[in-house]
């Protein structure tokens, strides 16, 4: 049967070439141009001999081979070929059947038997479409089955990569030795340990013990790599196993080609973390170990060197970091996963280091394969404020709610709004809405607070959301403790007191932590009304402090405090003197609020003067009256009239003396006490509460936000987005109210300015001329319509603060000790980065703070958020700056183009067909990229859904069905899942799907923006 195959084969052969040769010219024939029809030829060879093949076997596979030419007879590159076969004889790799052409218009894919019976002939078909022409060949072949009864084991080589066979390995191309054991019957034996074994100064075997346990099929496999750059030569690698008391035993050769002669280089693979096999492919569940072999000229291996890796954000992370430091081996390694559970495609990971003062780079390739959770949901989680999971609450221990909301593919939801819910008697929510909206990850958070000081007892928070119509909901338990609060000793600033003055009564309170308590205050005299005291104050710090002010009481008053809502009091007593001949008043202090020390400038003020005044039992002013003028607290470095220690004064014509506070470097609360020593005894009055507060804007604490990045403006004037800024100072207070926010933009229209109100403040960013058109994001695909935002301040350089005092030490601070100046990052002029790359360009516009300063920019805090300055601008000392952060608005089309691939520089518009991979393929899914005319995203939300989709291709489901807030150059990516209608046979059971056939039906999809613009492109549906 099998000859008889063969025979047709070759006589339709032979008669295609007949064909061929059937029309001759003569020499006297002229030879005019002729077009000839798109083509494409299919042929069967050797994988390693490279002779033609007419026949496969176990063992013995066949490379397909498919030459692709167009009209004109030139091959024809970058072609997508598609092949089919009798799956029940035969196997295909890759799987799916479809290869690219290479640059000689060849595309190539490997067959093998389907199983060790497989026997018969068949054929092999290769389709592709050539212009709008599609062109198909096949090729005839038979498949012989392995005889049953051969003892002993079979020996191959393979690439881990693609599983074509090979017959060498070099460095960075190791091979995958399979042995098949047969027991005297020619049966597969299981869980049988094979040795391997070859010659180790030019292989190493993976694992190093060179063992490995047949499967259930009989099948065990290790690999070999090169033992060096430099290795070279041939030898065999040998299995053997015991089976049935006998030792079986079977050998291959290979060679092994030296990569290294000398030069610089650096190789990469990838492997699984856990068995270190070699891996071309990751998803969220399977990382992969990238591991970097760094090599000098010598080819001799390069310790301690830093390695930085690069790959698709939008496809995979890297974990730890994106560099890593190489060992004594001259080895460097990280992890990557997927960047998210859809997150779907091929890209490469690069690794690159300084060698010998020179750069060199390798890759390698890999594929991301996405991961469907199925259904969507929400987590819900307890916190603490560093981020650990905790599952009680208490006065003073809040807790931070986070709520994560996936979609079915187990992406996060952005811009959702997360509706959470609890027990309002055991706990409160900030806000006190209980409502959140979810950020680009999927990710939004509230903060739950004890109800109250004796709230007590347990319950669950729950977070309800809406994901694509659907109600989706989490929870998660917790527990509430009551407080356990304690007051300390009671203390009075002044005692005894003078009649009519002032004084502060201070307690602490413990247990508590950080939570505010209103303290209850109370005395005799202030009961009648011969004194003030407060009924309540909250405590700050930990700390309770009213105002005593002398009313008439000339006696002794005892002053109670209690914890409101609790049974935990404690009191104390204060000598009121009886009114003498004088007495000193507290006037004003001026302002009463003071900024941190060196912070001042731009309205905001170190110092305040604080005024008393002495007078006699008549309120008439003393003259000449000597006043001892001191503070409670020089916490930070305070000063009084610029000393550390008490001033002397004397009274003026109005009785009155004044003194200046000038803050230190910490914030705190502080008063002034005036002690008149003129008289015996000597009486003392305090000033009200003087607070030394927040300062000017730190560049770690500049943050900048923007509503909606990729609007409808491209075409459109008047699209609106919001862009805020959060400021605060070095120690994460917000700044004073009022600080100005200055914003500057590359194209369109936004607001000059802003003032704060705590901490915060925003403008609106319009759509409007210019339109950004001659510069180019990082990755050289996009060149317009990308908008750069710059928002600056007057504010300060950050520090890194080694001594724990708020204060610089450094050039132009104080002096240092043994561990050095505190590193610092020098800021020179902001910038707008038109084109995104993080640096300053010629042509860039600039603001200069100080024209002066010529020094190179140097940052000392890794970890600070990247604020770029222009080049060479620095001063190279720590003090004021303009504090900036810069942000990204794609001035988006309305028109919507599509891709089966992410797009690039020299995209053009093509006709995208899809295969169902066989018409017994009921359900498949594809992906493409949708963007606009400058290969952007789409305006935001702009709706995808399916026109009027043919009955014969079912359900058809568009995943995600709206443009996501992105700035991704290249645009948004998509699914397209498709599933035929089926039927299931009651007898058999078997499933059966329409039948497209070979025709191809058209799928239309629309894109409606925001602004009402609609846009359709068709998709071609094939089986």
Same mark, same amino acid.
């Given at each position: 049967m099998r000859n008889r195959v063969l025979i047709k084969f070759v006589f339709l052969a032979i008669l295609a070439m007949l064909a061929l040769t059937g029309c001759v010219s003569g020499p006297g024939d002229s030879s005019p141009t002729k077009t000839v029809a798109a083509s494409i030829a299919i042929a069967l060879t050797?994988?390693?001999?490279?002779?033609?093949?007419?026949?496969?076997?176990?063992?013995?596979?066949?490379?397909?081979? $498919?030459? *692709? +030419?167009?009209? #004109?007879?030139?091959?024809?590159? %970058?072609? @997508? !070929? =598609? &092949?089919? /076969?009798?799956?029940g004889l035969a196997t295909m790799l890759p799987s799916t059947g479809t290869a690219l052409t290479d640059a000689t218009g060849v595309a190539t894919i490997q067959i093998s038997t389907a199983s060790l019976a497989a026997a018969g002939a068949t054929t092999i078909s290769a389709a592709a479409t050539v212009g709008t022409t599609a062109v198909s060949a096949s090729v005839g072949y038979s498949v012989i089955a392995t005889t049953a009864g051969v003892t002993g084991i079979s020996l191959a080589l393979t690439s881990p990569s693609s599983g074509l066979a090979v017959t060498s390995i070099s460095t960075g191309n190791p091979a995958k030795?399979? $042995?098949? *054991? +047969?027991?005297? #019957?020619?049966?597969?034996?299981? %869980?049988? @340990? !094979? =040795? &391997?074994? /070859?010659?180790?100064?030019?292989?190493?075997?993976?694992?190093?013990?060179?063992?490995?346990?047949?499967?259930?099929?009989?099948?065990?496999?290790?690999?070999?790599?090169?033992?060096?750059?430099?290795a070279s030569g041939a030898t065999t690698i040998s299995a053997t196993a015991a089976v049935g008391g006998n030792t079986l035993s079977s050998s291959v050769g290979f060679s092994v080609i030296p990569t290294s002669t000398g030069a610089t280089g650096v190789s990469v693979v990838l492997t699984n973390p856990s068995t270190g096999a070699a891996v071309t492919s990751i998803s969220l569940n399977s990382p992969a170990k990238v591991t970097a072999t760094v090599r000098d000229s010598l080819g001799a291996v390069v310790p301690n060197t830093v390695v930085t890796f690069a790959t698709s954000g939008s496809l995979a992370t890297m974990v730890p970091a994106a560099t890593a430091l190489t060992d004594g081996s001259g080895v460097a390694s990280i992890q990557i996963a997927a960047a998210s559970p859809a997150a779907a495609g091929a890209t490469t990971i690069s690794a690159t280091a300084t060698v010998d003062g020179a750069s060199v780079s390798g890759s390698v390739g890999f594929s991301v394969t996405p991961t469907n959770v199925g259904t969507p949901g929400v987590t819900v989680a307890l916190t603490d404020s560093s981020g650990k999971a905790i599952s009680s609450?208490?006065?003073?221990?809040?807790?931070?709610?986070?709520?994560?909301?996936?979609?079915?593919?187990?992406?996060?939801?952005?811009?959702?709004?997360?509706?959470?819910?609890?027990?309002?008697?055991?706990a409160t929510m900030t806000p006190a809405s209980g409502t959140a909206l979810t950020n680009a990850s999927g990710v939004a958070s509230i903060q739950i607070d004890a109800a109250g000081l004796t709230a007590a007892g347990a319950t669950t928070i729950s977070a309800t959301a809406n994901v694509s119509g659907s109600s989706v909901t989490g929870s998660t338990g917790y527990s509430v403790s009551a407080a356990n609060a304690v007051l300390g000793t009671m203390t009075v600033a002044t005692n005894p007191l003078s009649p009519y003055a002032t004084t502060s009564v201070s307690v602490p309170v413990s247990g508590v932590g950080s939570t505010p308590v209103t303290i209850n205050f109370s005395s005799i005299c202030a009961?009648?009304?011969?004194?003030?005291?407060?009924?309540?104050?909250?405590?700050?710090?930990?700390?309770?402090?009213?105002?005593?002010?002398?009313?008439?009481?000339?006696?002794?008053?005892?002053?109670?405090?209690?914890?409101?809502?609790?049974?935990?009091?404690?009191?104390?007593?204060?000598?009121?003197?009886?009114?003498?001949?004088?007495?000193?008043?507290?006037?004003?202090?001026?302002?009463?609020?003071?900024?941190?020390?060196?912070?001042?400038?731009?309205?905001?003020?170190?110092?305040?003067?604080?005024?008393?005044?002495?007078?006699?039992?008549?309120?008439?002013?003393?003259?000449?009256?000597?006043?001892?003028?001191?503070?409670?607290?020089?916490?930070?470095?305070?000063?009084?009239?610029?000393?550390?220690?008490?001033?002397?004064?004397?009274t003026d014509g109005n009785g009155e003396v004044s003194v200046s506070v000038q803050s230190g470097t910490a914030p705190t609360a502080v008063w002034v006490k005036a002690t008149v020593t003129s008289v015996s005894p000597t009486f003392s009055s305090q000033s009200s509460l003087l607070r030394i507060s927040t300062g000017?804007?730190?560049?770690?604490?500049?943050?900048?936000?923007?509503?909606?990045?990729?609007?409808?403006?491209?075409?459109?004037?008047?699209?609106?987005?919001?862009?805020?800024?959060?400021?605060?100072?070095?120690?994460?207070n917000p700044v004073p109210d009022g600080t100005a926010i200055n914003f500057v933009t590359e194209g369109a229209q936004i607001a000059p300015s802003c003032a704060t109100a705590n901490g915060t403040c925003g403008v609106t960013f319009t759509s409007a001329n210019p339109r950004p058109t001659g510069d180019s994001e990082p990755q050289s695909i996009v060149t317009a319509g990308r908008v750069t935002v710059l928002a600056y301040a007057l504010g300060e350089e950050s520090f890194s603060d080694l001594y724990g005092d708020n204060?610089?030490?450094?050039?132009?601070?104080?002096?240092?000790?043994?561990?050095?100046?505190?590193?610092?990052?020098?800021?020179?002029?902001?910038?707008?980065?038109?084109?995104?790359?993080?640096?300053?360009?010629?042509?860039?516009?600039?603001?200069?703070?100080?024209?002066?300063?010529?020094?190179a920019c140097v940052s000392g805090i890794a970890t600070s958020p990247a604020a770029p300055s222009k080049s060479d601008s620095c001063d190279g000392t720590w003090g004021a700056a303009h504090v900036r952060q810069s942000a990204l608005i794609v001035l988006s089309g309305s028109g919507a183009s599509v891709s089966s691939t992410k797009p690039t520089s020299s995209f053009a518009p093509s006709k995208i067909t899809y295969s169902m991979g066989g018409a017994a393929t009921c359900t498949q899914t594809f992906s493409f990229y949708a963007f606009d005319e400058n290969k952007?995203?789409?305006?935001?939300?702009?709706?995808?859904?399916?026109?009027?989709?043919?009955?014969?291709?079912?359900?058809?489901?568009?995943?995600?069905?709206?443009?996501?807030?992105?700035?991704?150059?290249?645009?948004?990516?998509?699914?397209?899942?498709?599933?035929?209608?089926?039927?299931?046979?009651?007898?058999?059971?078997?499933?059966?799907?329409?039948?497209?056939?070979?025709?191809?039906?058209?799928?239309?999809?629309?894109?409606?923006?925001?602004?009402?613009?609609?846009?359709?492109?068709?998709?071609?549906?094939?089986?």
């Open positions: 050797d994988p390693v001999t490279g002779a033609s093949l007419t026949s496969i076997s176990s063992g013995k596979p066949a490379k397909v081979s $498919a030459t *692709v +030419r167009d009209t #004109a007879g030139a091959v024809v590159p %970058n072609l @997508v !070929v =598609s &092949f089919t /076969t009798d799956t030795v399979t $042995a098949t *054991v +047969r027991d005297a #019957a020619g049966t597969l034996v299981p %869980n049988t @340990v !094979v =040795s &391997f074994s /070859t010659a180790a100064s030019l292989a190493t075997m993976i694992p190093a013990s060179g063992t490995a346990l047949t499967d259930a099929f009989g099948v065990a496999w290790i690999q070999i790599a090169s033992a060096n750059p430099q609450i208490s006065p003073g221990n809040p807790a931070r709610v986070v709520a994560t909301i996936r979609d079915a593919t187990g992406s996060g939801v952005p811009n959702a709004v997360v509706s959470f819910s609890t027990n309002s008697s055991l009961g009648t009304g011969k004194a003030t005291l407060p009924a309540s104050v909250q405590t700050v710090n930990g700390v309770a402090t009213a105002t005593y002010t002398d009313k008439g009481c000339a006696s002794t008053d005892t002053i109670t405090a209690s914890v409101a809502g609790l049974a935990v009091t404690t009191t104390t007593t204060i000598v009121v003197q009886t009114p003498g001949a004088t007495s000193i008043q507290f006037v004003s202090a001026t302002p009463s609020t003071i900024v941190l020390k060196g912070t001042g400038g731009a309205g905001l003020v170190e110092s305040a003067l604080v005024k008393f005044k002495v007078v006699d039992s008549n309120n008439a002013p003393i003259v000449g009256a000597d006043v001892s003028l001191d503070l409670t607290t020089r916490t930070g470095g305070i000063l009084l009239d610029g000393s550390s220690a008490a001033v002397a004064k004397k000017r804007p730190a560049q770690d604490r500049f943050s900048i936000s923007v509503s909606t990045h990729n609007i409808e403006g491209w075409g459109t004037n008047g699209s609106t987005t919001t862009v805020n800024v959060i400021a605060s100072d070095r120690l994460g204060i610089f030490h450094g050039k132009n601070g104080l002096t240092t000790d043994t561990r050095g100046d505190d590193p610092f990052n020098d800021l020179g002029d902001v910038f707008i980065d038109n084109n995104e790359d993080g640096s300053w360009q010629s042509g860039e516009q600039f603001i200069a703070f100080n024209s002066a300063n010529a020094k952007n995203p789409l305006p935001a939300k702009t709706a995808l859904a399916t026109v009027a989709p043919p009955s014969a291709l079912g359900t058809v489901t568009i995943t995600p069905a709206s443009v996501q807030d992105s700035t991704a150059a290249g645009g948004t990516g998509h699914t397209i899942q498709i599933s035929k209608t089926a039927t299931i046979d009651g007898t058999t059971g078997l499933a059966t799907c329409t039948t497209l056939g070979t025709t191809e039906v058209p799928l239309t999809i629309s894109f409606t923006t925001p602004g009402g613009v609609t846009t359709q492109t068709i998709f071609y549906i094939t089986d």
